[in-house]
């Protein structure tokens, strides 16, 4: 499998990054089939791995660990950190406190003595930035981490840290890990520009957009995508929505145009995400074995440019069908901060 560099890390990583999401609890909870399905991809040249402690509540890193015990000097692993890991207020968070005790908890979880990347999971304007920065360069310097990213920031984040890093002198973020797939284009205005100036790693994930690209809903489906790990997020599959009947109708048309390119949905979905010049890896989050193996070969397609030029008229480049699928709402939007 093709490798590309992570940025300026000086690391080198697979277009495919496997994402352990659905291992444990929310989704294959058969801790020997999740194993088998990280070894299937390992030995097909992904040396990519991404998790998170929150996933199944440390299970997923569980299943990682033991997934790549005797493997992991060929791996680089990434995990993340921010989401509530018990009732207890401060078990959750970008504060020093939290970060320096779950690094220690996700090494635990991982059986590893470092982590290649340490991600916060979503962004917390209520946090000093300077204080997570500093943090995170207190655990690089440890040895702990060797380098750490974020996912799913504003783009005034994003441009916030590295300026914070600099005047602060702290080690800055070198990756970003954002939403991205032909049903979710908003990214593509601002964030990904972004990112390319500041010379980051960019590890997009959902590029099958939870679902919806896998080639199962066309225009006659009752439901959208569902699985336990969505359940929740009903603004997100509910098809009694007006922003989920776009992505159906969306879904159906891309469907037609890969079938008439020679191709699966599945494996055009990728190939698109794997095109823009600022993505490095995109994450594929499988949940068995024939997922894996379906979006596999994505990876080795190229689209020609008659086919992105139809996929763009289907949705057009910057625009995301259903805001809901970016990922992070500003709380400046939350009901209660609005004036009214």
Same mark, same amino acid.
């Not at 000097?73 to 207890?88: E, N, R, Y």
């Not at 970003?176 to 797939?181: G, L, V």
């Not at 896998?214 to 699985?227: F, I, K, L, V, W």
């Not at 949705?315 to 709402?329: E, F, H, M, Y």
């Given at each position: 499998?093709?490798?590309?560099?992570?940025?300026?890390?000086?690391?080198?990583?697979? $277009?495919?990054?496997?994402?352990?999401?659905? %291992?444990?609890?929310?989704?294959?909870?058969?801790?020997?089939?999740?194993?088998?399905?990280?070894?299937?991809?390992?030995?097909?040249?992904?040396? %990519?791995?991404?998790?998170?402690?929150?996933?199944?509540?440390?299970?997923?890193?569980?299943?990682?660990?033991?997934?790549?015990?005797?493997?992991?000097?060929?791996?680089?692993?990434?995990?993340?950190?921010?989401?509530?890991?018990?009732?207890?207020?401060?078990?959750?968070?970008?504060?020093?406190?939290?970060?320096?005790?779950?690094?220690?908890?996700?090494?635990?979880?991982?059986?590893?003595?470092?982590?290649?990347? +340490?991600?916060?999971?979503? +962004?917390?304007?209520?946090?000093?930035?300077?204080?997570?920065?500093?943090?995170?360069?207190?655990?690089?310097?440890?040895?702990?981490?060797?380098? %750490?990213?974020?996912?799913?920031?504003?783009?005034?984040?994003?441009?916030?840290?590295?300026?914070?890093?600099?005047?602060?002198?702290?080690?800055?973020?070198?990756?970003?890990?954002?939403?991205?797939?032909?049903?979710?284009?908003? @990214?593509?205005?601002?964030?990904?520009?972004?990112?390319?100036?500041?010379?980051?790693?960019?590890?997009?994930?959902?590029?099958?957009?939870?679902?919806?690209?896998?080639?199962? +809903? &066309?225009?006659?489906?009752?439901?959208?995508?569902?699985?336990?790990?969505?359940?929740?997020?009903?603004?997100?599959?509910?098809?009694?929505?007006?922003?989920?009947?776009?992505?159906?109708? !969306? !879904?159906? !048309?891309? $469907?037609?145009?890969?079938?008439?390119?020679?191709?699966?949905?599945?494996?055009? !979905?990728?190939? %698109?995400?794997?095109?823009?010049?600022? @993505?490095?890896?995109?994450?594929?989050?499988? &949940?068995?074995?024939?997922?894996?193996?379906?979006?596999?070969?994505?990876?080795?397609?190229?689209?020609?440019?008659?086919?992105?030029?139809?996929?763009?008229?289907?949705?057009?480049?910057?625009?995301?069908?259903?805001?809901?699928?970016?990922?992070?709402?500003?709380?400046?939007?939350?009901?209660?901060?609005? &004036?009214?």
């Amino acid at each position: 499998m093709q490798s590309r560099p992570l940025g300026r890390t000086g690391v080198h990583v697979s $277009a495919l990054c496997l994402g352990a999401m659905m %291992f444990g609890d929310w989704g294959t909870k058969d801790h020997d089939e999740s194993i088998r399905i990280i070894h299937r991809a390992l030995d097909v040249g992904i040396n %990519f791995i991404d998790t998170a402690d929150v996933y199944s509540a440390g299970e997923s890193e569980e299943i990682v660990g033991k997934a790549i015990a005797g493997r992991r000097d060929d791996i680089v692993l990434a995990t993340k950190f921010h989401s509530p890991m018990g009732d207890d207020v401060n078990q959750r968070g970008n504060g020093r406190r939290w970060i320096i005790a779950e690094v220690e908890n996700s090494l635990r979880r991982l059986q590893t003595d470092w982590i290649d990347l +340490y991600q916060v999971h979503r +962004y917390d304007p209520a946090i000093d930035l300077e204080v997570t920065l500093g943090a995170l360069t207190d655990l690089v310097h440890a040895g702990k981490i060797r380098y %750490f990213g974020h996912s799913t920031w504003p783009v005034s984040a994003i441009v916030e840290a590295q300026w914070t890093a600099e005047r602060r002198g702290t080690e800055r973020p070198w990756t970003e890990q954002p939403s991205y797939s032909i049903l979710t284009r908003g @990214i593509e205005r601002d964030v990904l520009p972004t990112l390319m100036r500041y010379g980051y790693g960019v590890l997009s994930y959902s590029p099958l957009a939870g679902g919806w690209l896998s080639g199962r +809903y &066309r225009r006659d489906a009752q439901r959208g995508p569902t699985s336990p790990s969505r359940q929740r997020l009903v603004n997100r599959f509910d098809l009694a929505l007006d922003e989920n009947q776009r992505k159906l109708s !969306a !879904a159906t !048309a891309l $469907a037609t145009l890969a079938e008439e390119a020679g191709l699966s949905l599945i494996e055009m !979905a990728i190939a %698109f995400v794997l095109r823009h010049p600022g @993505i490095t890896s995109a994450i594929i989050g499988p &949940r068995t074995m024939e997922h894996l193996d379906s979006q596999i070969s994505g990876a080795d397609v190229r689209l020609s440019d008659d086919v992105l030029d139809a996929i763009d008229q289907v949705v057009a480049p910057g625009v995301t069908l259903n805001p809901a699928d970016d990922g992070w709402v500003p709380p400046a939007l939350d009901p209660g901060a609005r &004036r009214r």
